[in-house]
């Protein structure tokens, strides 16, 4: 339950402290005094979005902290997910500060508005005189009827399942495009990948053929040359070596340090000389004159330099990626349509077991509908709609929409259930707002919250209504906190603790304040409800009465 709420610097508001009773809280006041901004004010603690405009001061920062008792409401999970600890008493905080930027706490721990919202929703609910319209709209048509016929972890089961085949089907229509857009360039790429897989690439060996190309274009100038390089260097005269041989002959015959030195530098060249000769000799018998092998050569080199100017690739290791890259796109192709294949198979009994569950789900709503009715109508009769009859429509088709396979219309029938016509074109203001608080009302004994703030619900609605509206709420508030804010005093009667609402002027402002009302001040506030200002005896007799229950 909400034990209290500080609002510092916000609205007309410079700093407000409100305390808050289990059971039945009221809150009164004129019109334009600032309960509205209250409400607000609360909103932004529950994680609302706010900015800069919302304060006060421009200058200050604005802090809103609204306290709870959170023991016996089992939401010790909600602050394991976001890690926090949990305590019997949270504090959930706000602050904004004067250049627009915004900070929420949890128990003094930071978080963002996401968390502080998700902790907010399990612990108070507001209903305004707006939420009337929200009996217009399907989700919490479907949603109270689901919560009051017992199937609404059915509904929340078929929804996930729901949203798990749309989004299967979604991707299979992206898989069926994507298969669209490779069999466009399956042929093309079906003749790149044969052409470059029947140039054997993986058993190219660039520099090799470069070398082998080389040596065949000059096979009959190499062999020449490496004759007559042997004839120089090893012939019967007049050689390279014979005359090395004779220069070394010759230095031997001089015994002297210096020509011993150079005798064994020449020796060294000769050898390296025999060293040369031997090599020529191997070389010049391992080239041999091969114009089918250069031929084909050259078509191999040819076909090389075609295919990698063709794809713009440096060398044949970029032609074999090419390739690869060739190949995975035609395989993703074939296994492409297998997948869909699956995937379609898949989502057909997606489908089947979808619409089974609708149908389950369908008959549960179908065979609840009139016991949940009966439950709504007494309520209305308590509230002076006797003849007033609440309908939930239900029709089924084999169509699978958000909530199953129904089509739902809430109807309301004034002449004792003999017609029936679409809620939204039946209601008057006021009826709608009974309509609503009676379905609060059942759906209370389901939805356990610490804490309900019904603010101006009762619109449209005086005297002795307005005495079994508050009643019905009075009645909840026996296993829920309940905030009432009021113009009436049938209601504002009803409450255990009443809290006035007022402006405080002076000559340079005006701001909002909050007291507590007691005694005769309460007494008075509820009078002046009955009579306005002119505060009569009468009306302060009848606040007496009314307060007396």
Same mark, same amino acid.
């Given at each position: 339950?909400?034990?209290?709420?500080?609002?510092?610097?916000?609205?007309?508001i410079?700093?407000v402290d409100?305390?808050?009773?289990n059971?039945?809280?009221? @809150?009164?006041?004129?019109?334009g005094?600032?309960?509205?901004?209250?409400?607000?004010a609360? !909103? *932004?603690?529950l994680?609302k979005?706010?900015?800069i405009?919302?304060?006060?001061?421009?200058?200050k920062?604005?802090? /809103? =902290?609204?306290?709870?008792?959170?023991?016996?409401?089992?939401?010790?999970?909600?602050?394991?997910t976001?890690?926090?600890?949990?305590?019997?008493?949270?504090?959930?905080?706000? =602050?904004?500060?004067?250049?627009?930027?915004?900070?929420?706490? @949890?128990?003094?721990?930071?978080?963002?508005?996401?968390?502080?919202?998700? *902790?907010g929703?399990?612990?108070i609910?507001?209903?305004?005189?707006?939420?009337?319209? #929200?009996?217009?709209?399907?989700?919490?048509?479907?949603?109270?009827?689901d919560?009051?016929? !017992?199937?609404?972890n059915?509904?929340?089961?078929?929804?996930?399942a729901?949203?798990?085949? #749309?989004?299967?089907?979604?991707?299979?229509?992206?898989?069926?495009?994507?298969?669209?857009?490779?069999?466009?360039?399956?042929?093309f790429?079906?003749?790149l990948?044969?052409?470059?897989?029947?140039?054997?690439?993986?058993d @190219?060996?660039?520099?090799?053929?470069?070398?082998?190309q080389?040596?065949?274009?000059?096979?009959?100038?190499l062999?020449?040359?490496?004759?007559?390089?042997? #004839?120089?260097?090893s012939?019967?005269?007049?050689?390279?070596?014979?005359?090395?041989? =004779?220069l070394?002959?010759?230095l031997?015959?001089?015994?002297?340090?210096?020509?011993e030195? *150079?005798?064994?530098?020449?020796?060294?060249? /000769?050898?390296?000389?025999?060293?040369?000769?031997?090599?020529i000799?191997?070389?010049?018998?391992?080239i041999?004159?091969?114009?089918?092998?250069?031929? =084909?050569?050259n078509?191999?080199?040819g076909?090389?330099?075609?295919?990698?100017?063709?794809?713009r690739?440096?060398?044949?290791?970029?032609?074999m990626?090419l390739?690869?890259?060739?190949?995975?796109?035609l395989?993703a192709?074939e &296994?492409?349509?297998?997948?869909?294949?699956?995937?379609?198979?898949?989502?057909?009994?997606?489908?089947?077991?979808?619409?089974?569950?609708?149908?389950?789900?369908?008959?549960?709503?179908?065979?609840?509908a009139?016991? @949940?009715?009966? &439950?709504?109508?007494?309520?209305?009769? #308590?509230?002076g709609?006797?003849?007033s009859?609440?309908?939930?429509?239900?029709?089924?088709?084999?169509?699978?929409?958000?909530? !199953?396979? &129904?089509?739902l219309v809430?109807?309301?029938?004034?002449?004792?259930?003999?017609?029936?016509?679409d809620?939204k074109?039946?209601?008057?203001?006021?009826e709608?707002?009974r309509?609503?608080?009676?379905?609060?009302?059942?759906?209370?004994?389901?939805?356990?919250?610490?804490?309900?703030?019904y603010?101006?619900?009762?619109? !449209?609605?005086?005297?002795?209504?307005?005495?079994?509206?508050?009643?019905?709420?009075?009645?909840m508030?026996?296993?829920?906190?309940?905030?009432?804010?009021?113009?009436?005093?049938?209601?504002a009667?009803?409450?255990a603790?009443?809290?006035?609402?007022y402006?405080?002027?002076n000559a340079k402002?005006?701001e909002?304040?909050?007291?507590? *009302?007691?005694?005769?001040?309460? /007494?008075?506030?509820?009078?002046?409800?009955?009579?306005?200002?002119?505060?009569?005896?009468?009306?302060?007799e009848?606040?007496?009465?009314?307060l007396?229950?």
């Open positions: 339950m909400l034990l209290s709420l500080n609002v510092k610097n916000y609205a007309l410079t700093d409100m305390h808050f009773d059971g039945m809280n009221i @809150i009164t006041g004129e019109t005094a600032g309960k509205s901004i209250l409400i607000g609360l !909103g *932004l603690a994680g979005r706010a900015d405009s919302s304060l006060r001061n421009k200058e920062k604005c802090v /809103i =902290e609204a306290i709870f008792d959170v023991r016996g409401y089992s939401l010790e999970h909600v602050y394991s976001h890690d926090l600890d949990y305590e019997m008493q949270t504090i959930l905080r706000r =602050e904004i500060t004067s250049s627009g930027k915004s900070r929420s706490f @949890i128990n003094d721990t930071p978080v963002n508005l996401a968390t502080l919202n998700e *902790l929703s399990c612990l609910e507001i209903h305004s005189q707006h939420d009337n319209l #929200q009996l217009f709209k399907a989700g919490f048509q479907y949603y109270s009827l919560v009051l016929a !017992g199937c609404l059915e509904q929340r089961s078929y929804s996930g729901l949203s798990t085949w #749309q989004k299967d089907k979604m991707e299979l229509v992206q898989l069926k495009e994507k298969e669209a857009e490779f069999a466009k360039e399956a042929d790429n079906q003749f990948f044969d052409e470059l897989s029947t140039a054997d690439l993986d @190219i060996d660039e520099i090799a053929l470069n070398e082998e080389e040596l065949l274009e000059n096979a009959e100038d062999i020449r040359t490496f004759n007559d390089a042997a #004839q120089l260097l012939g019967t005269e007049y050689t390279i070596s014979a005359q090395l041989q =004779e070394r002959n010759s031997k015959s001089q015994k002297t340090s210096l020509t030195n *150079l005798t064994e530098r020449i020796n060294s060249v /000769i050898i390296e000389m025999q060293d040369i000769a031997s090599e000799d191997k070389s010049a018998e391992g041999e004159v091969n114009p089918e092998r250069l031929s =084909e050569l078509d191999k080199m076909q090389m330099f075609n295919l990698k100017s063709k794809h690739a440096a060398d044949v290791a970029e032609l990626e390739r690869n890259n060739l190949e995975e796109k395989g192709t &296994n492409l349509s297998g997948e869909i294949a699956i995937r379609e198979q898949s989502i057909a009994k997606q489908q089947l077991d979808l619409l089974a569950n609708a149908q389950m789900l369908s008959k549960k709503r179908i065979r609840q009139a016991k @949940i009715e009966k &439950n709504i109508d007494e309520l209305l009769a #308590q509230l709609m006797q003849h009859r609440i309908k939930y429509d239900i029709t089924e088709n084999n169509e699978l929409n958000a909530f !199953g396979c &129904n089509e809430l109807k309301l029938s004034s002449d004792k259930g003999n017609t029936f016509t809620l074109k039946a209601a008057s203001g006021g709608l707002a309509i609503n608080l009676s379905l609060k009302s059942v759906l209370a004994d389901f939805v356990k919250m610490p804490c309900s703030i603010d101006e619900i009762d619109t !449209g609605v005086s005297g002795e209504i307005a005495r079994k509206v508050g009643g019905m709420m009075k009645q508030s026996d296993s829920q906190q309940v905030i009432v804010i009021t113009h009436l005093p049938q209601i009667s009803l409450g603790n009443h809290l006035f609402v402006k405080s002027e402002t005006v909002t304040q909050v007291r507590k *009302l007691k005694g005769d001040e309460r /007494i008075n506030e509820i009078a002046k409800m009955i009579s306005g200002d002119n505060l009569t005896e009468h009306a302060v009848q606040s007496k009465e009314l007396k229950g």
